[in-house]
Structures are given as C-alpha cells and as structure tokens.
C-alpha cells in the first residue's frame, strides 16, 4: 500500500488553465504538506495543514489553494496556471503534534509527486 | 529565517569508497535534521535522521553526525555501491513546522 499518494503523476495543459492535484494519506499522520520542486532540483515548502487547518503559506500567489477535506486529504487547486509553474509538486506527511512543545520533529513522509508541464 | 548550504553539488566515487556530504546551518533553534534521498521519478526518502541531544547517528553503511555548536552535520555513506546512486539532501526542521532543505547532492557511484 502506497502511505502517500498524488494523482496524476503527469499533468500537462495550457497557460491560463486551471488545474487540481490531489494527495492522500494513510498513516495516520495530523500534518500535511505541500512542496514545489523545481528544475534544478531545488525543495521549497509552500503549505502545511494540521487537522485541516492551514499552519504554513510560504509567499505563494493566491492563484494556489490548498483544501483539507478531512486529515488524510491535502488537495492543491491552482487557477491561471503560468510557465513558472512547471515543476514537481510533493505532497508530504508527518505525525506532529503542535502544542505539544515537541517542535513537530517528526519525519516526514514523501509522495511520489506530480510533474505540472505548462505549454 | 533558516539557510541550509549543502556541500558537494556533485559526488563521483567508485564501488567500495566512501562517500561524506556537508550541510551548514543557520539558526541555532533548529534541532531535527534528516537526511533524503531521491532516485529518478520518486519523491524524497528519509535515510537517517538525528536530533540535536545526539552527535552521531548509524544505521548499517549510513552515518550522520552532529557539530551543533559549528551548526553542521554530514552524511557518511561507507561501502558504495551503485544503487547509492541518487539525489541526496539534507533538511533542517525550523520554527516547530517547516522543513528546509539543501540544494541536493549529486552522487554517482560507478562500479
């Protein structure tokens, strides 16, 4: 069984477009993630969720919108997609638990991604 | 916020040598740093991880160790072998919630 899983794996459109990623997880886990990997391989958090509830938004247009149905979901919506888009998204999890003082120093868990190509 | 420099980009090494990358940090509040590593087509994959009470940390051929008063650690791989090939990166977990990751090594192990 795969712990962290995104569909689609590829995804191919036009600029302008609007476009939707979705991420599940069954471990368990209270927090999830979402990462833009781009071209030269570089990893960048753009949002983490806690029981569904928004925690990190790094600088990221509003054009992208994470929704968290429930805590094993984590879906990313981005509308009017542009050709800085291109790149690999990963949705991640981890079991943290905030407020607890621990500092949320647990490991995170990485899906297999998904490869936006915007022509 | 954090900076996490990571050290070689690229790591040639043939079967049975060693291989060590470097990461540097910033915040002296940062007390959780895994290791990732990434083959072609997958996401990232913890290998090790240690916490900032400990100074070295072994599982079989892989080794992490601490220096948390120079802020760095390194990653050890012992015996190489091909399937070592990857993407490796190293991460700090800052402020309680997000990872920050390095630039990634490049390591190929030819046999």
């Known amino acids: 069984d795969t712990a962290v899983s995104q569909t689609p794996k590829y995804l191919v459109t036009q600029m302008g477009n609007d476009k939707s990623i979705k991420c599940e997880q069954n471990?368990?886990?209270?927090?999830m993630y979402w990462y833009k990997q781009d071209s030269k391989k570089f990893l960048k958090i753009m949002f983490s969720?806690?029981?569904?509830?928004?925690?990190i938004n790094e600088t990221v247009p509003n054009r992208f919108s994470p929704k968290s149905p429930d805590k094993a979901h984590l879906n990313l919506h981005i509308n009017s997609l542009e050709l800085g888009d291109s790149a690999v998204y990963f949705c991640a999890s981890s079991q943290e638990a905030y407020g607890t003082g621990e500092g949320g120093n647990q490991p995170q868990h990485f899906g297999d991604g998904t490869r936006l190509s915007i022509l | 916020g954090e900076n996490v420099e990571q050290h070689p980009s690229t790591l040639s090494v043939q079967e049975g040598d060693s291989a060590v990358i470097k990461c540097t940090y910033s915040d002296s509040a940062s007390n959780y740093f895994p290791w990732y590593k990434q083959e072609l087509g997958k996401g990232p994959q913890l290998i090790i991880d240690i916490r900032s009470n400990v100074g070295e940390k072994k599982d079989q051929r892989i080794a992490v160790t601490l220096n948390k008063t120079a802020k760095h650690f390194s990653l050890h791989i012992t015996e190489t072998q091909p399937e070592d090939s990857a993407v490796y990166f190293c991460?700090?977990?800052?402020?309680?919630?997000?990872?920050?990751f390095g630039k990634g090594t490049t390591l190929s192990v030819s046999s």
């Open positions: 969720y806690n029981n569904k509830e928004l925690i």
């Open positions: 471990l368990g886990h209270d927090t």
């Open positions: 991460a700090v977990h800052w402020a309680g919630t997000a990872l920050i």
